[in-house]
């Protein structure tokens, strides 16, 4: 079974999805941001490796993931999202981190 599951990306990233608002994509179930991922890389491969190191899996450092106004990029991969994201009422929102000084 799969779910459609929205999802916010930022500039740099949507250039590279030749895409322009948020997306929309079928997710296999259990959804959770590691089958989000792959759904986005699979739909979108320019975005391979953009997203979560491909050797290791690990979401790249400046890569951040909400949910509404809550930071959940420190929650493994393979917990399931909230049912709002699931069930495709609210959108994951991946964020480009900022670092400066």
Same mark, same amino acid.
């Given at each position: 079974?799969?779910?459609? +599951?929205?999802?916010? %990306?930022? *500039?740099?990233?949507?250039? =590279?999805? !030749?895409?322009?608002?948020?997306?929309?994509?079928?997710? $296999?179930?259990?959804?959770?941001?590691?089958? +989000?991922?792959?759904? %986005?890389? *699979?739909?979108?491969?320019? =975005?391979? !490796?953009?997203?979560?190191?491909?050797?290791?899996?690990? $979401?790249?450092?400046?890569?951040?993931?909400? +949910?509404?106004?809550?930071?959940?990029?420190?929650?493994?991969?393979?917990?399931?999202?909230?049912?709002?994201?699931?069930?495709?009422?609210?959108?994951?929102?991946?964020?480009?981190?900022?670092?400066?000084?």
């Amino acid at each position: 079974m799969t779910r459609d +599951v929205r999802v916010v %990306l930022p *500039a740099h990233l949507k250039t =590279l999805a !030749g895409v322009t608002s948020e997306v929309t994509v079928a997710v $296999r179930n259990p959804v959770n941001a590691y089958s +989000v991922i792959d759904a %986005l890389e *699979a739909t979108y491969p320019a =975005l391979r !490796g953009t997203i979560r190191d491909p050797a290791t899996g690990r $979401r790249r450092p400046f890569i951040r993931f909400f +949910v509404g106004q809550d930071d959940i990029s420190h929650q493994p991969l393979d917990e399931p999202l909230p049912p709002d994201v699931a069930d495709g009422r609210e959108p994951l929102y991946v964020i480009g981190a900022m670092a400066g000084g």
